[in-house]
């Protein structure tokens, strides 16, 4: 099959496959056309999933379509905004990704995307060269507050809590099905104005460095607070090892002591949320166990061991 | 480097280089803020741009910045919308696009966005596996009409127009340039009211095709009447390869008789634009050369032939 004849087959397929799509405008125009309802604000964020990189050569396409939604979604999660259209691009050789291929990554995402109920709205489909690795983005749109919640807004004595459980997300696979906290950041931004909200894709000691460089602001963190995904019993070097990994797809918050108090009252926000330590003056983030300071303490920086077939 | 610092590095390349952008929300943060004026419809498009597909192995990273923001920006004129928000993805192996390599390549991409009015909003960047092509896309938000012409109005005695000039544009390399013909598509929607319009990346005969078959009916084009891009004498054989090369970028048109009279009667549209054919009942796609029919003549499809250095 010749490039050309590759590539129309894959754009009929993709086309065919946007039959079930809600947004405005018909498969095969150039443009999706996207009615904005009244006053409403859009948050637009862009990801990728990028085969040898963020996931295993030879990833099976509902893995990848999973991977996808899930990580753009955690970014719209940190801004407190609801999905509302997506579009998104494919990029992969005609050996990896034959006919049959292509259309389970189409269907697994649009089935992905009719679970967080929101439009797929366009798409673009390329061939790449033999032996490429298969290359996948996604642009959401969401529809959210007039300001989102950002990095800059930590102030000494405020709480720091987390969604969900953290920690060695890569080596357990859960990388694999992130669960954007799409319900958790927008009844957050709602009820409890945080100082900074941001989702943890690189782990938490660089991502809360972000809010904490943005601030200008120090944090102590304590292991014994941290809900750790592994319940077992680790050793410090373990979990300095399984925050290094990354890819928890949790949401980080910054909140006063009074929006902690008040939320952690609630029985939603006891389930949803774990208090995990303050924001300090300064500009160091220190660890404790326990209460007891832990000066040597340093999450590993993750390194991704994927090797080509 | 490892992989994770050659990540992080990159980011803060494109963090820095997004410094510049107009559009609301700061560099850094998960998601970009937009606020669309009052009542106003979006047109939302992606494109792709491929190294060793779409452009030769070891293009310079601002000839891939201009053929991605053109060819998306190509779909935005297609749809008469005037381009608002642009957000982009790299792909990238470290071996080909070191600091200085990305660096070129995020500057070259603003400027360009620049001469067109459009704010970068966001963006993304991975690493990519060692050997891998530079994948690139583009979204772009478009600001446009309530409803896009669409593909499927063409009518029996429609005329059919193209802007610019046709053909070769492969060979001689002005698919690395294109030209949206964002203020053609525009002006042409608020003045003519085209029963369709797109924008010509496969070649005349694949995407006329393509309002054909959305509006079920035939046309008859005349080689004699194409503005050629190349004006020598040139066989039927090499205009038919010229033809199927596609990646003009121009836009095609159908407008009704009388439309395409008052259109033409201006100065500004007669130097637009230039009327090559009519559509027809039937199904089928015909070829004339100054009146005569050619049964024979067939527009060749290209084959991008890119080899891996």
Redesign the interface.
């Known amino acids: 099959m010749?490039?050309?004849?590759a590539e129309q087959q894959l754009h009929e397929l993709f086309r065919d496959a946007f039959r079930q799509r809600r947004g405005v405008?018909?498969p095969?125009?150039?443009?999706?056309?996207?009615?904005?309802p009244?006053?409403?604000?859009?948050?637009?964020?862009?990801?990728?999933v990028?085969?040898?990189?963020?996931v295993e050569w030879g990833t099976p396409p509902a893995v990848f379509a999973r991977k996808l939604l899930g990580r753009t979604l955690s970014?719209?999660a940190?801004?407190g905004?609801r999905p509302w259209?997506l579009?998104?691009?494919i990029?992969a050789p005609a050996k990896t990704a034959g006919h049959a291929w292509l259309k389970r990554l189409a269907n697994a995402f649009l089935a992905e995307a009719e679970s967080y109920s929101v439009s797929v709205?366009?798409?673009?489909v390329?061939?790449?060269?033999d032996?490429?690795?298969v290359?996948l983005?996604c642009?959401a749109?969401?529809q959210?507050p007039?300001?989102?919640p950002?990095?800059?807004g930590a102030l000494p004595g405020d709480q720091i809590l987390v969604t969900g459980k953290l920690g060695g997300a890569v080596s357990s696979g859960r990388h694999l099905r992130p669960q954007p906290r799409l319900d958790q950041g927008a009844r957050l931004l709602r009820d409890c104005r945080p100082h900074a909200m941001?989702?943890l894709s690189d782990g938490l000691a660089v991502d809360l460095q972000?809010i904490l460089s943005?601030s200008q602001v120090g944090a102590q963190i304590d292991l014994a607070r941290i809900p750790w995904a592994n319940q077992g019993q680790q050793t410090r070097a373990q979990r300095a090892i399984e925050l290094g990994e990354g890819e928890d797809y949790e949401l980080l918050a910054v909140l006063s002591p009074r929006a902690t108090q008040s939320l952690l009252k609630t029985r939603v926000g006891k389930r949803d949320w774990t208090c995990i330590g303050e924001i300090v003056a300064g500009r160091r983030l220190s660890w404790l166990d326990a209460g007891a300071k832990l000066p040597r303490f340093k999450p590993q920086?993750?390194?991704?061991k994927?090797t080509?077939p």
Chains 1, 2 share one sequence.
């Open positions: 010749s490039g050309k004849d405008g018909g095969g125009d150039d443009c999706a056309v996207l009615r904005p009244k006053a409403s604000v859009l948050h637009q964020t862009v990801d990728q990028v085969e040898g990189v963020h970014d719209l940190a801004a905004a259209a579009s998104w691009t990029c709205v366009g798409g673009d390329s061939s790449a060269p032996g490429a690795p290359v983005s642009t749109l969401g959210g007039k300001i989102a950002g990095r800059g941001m989702d972000r943005a920086p993750w390194q991704h994927l080509r």
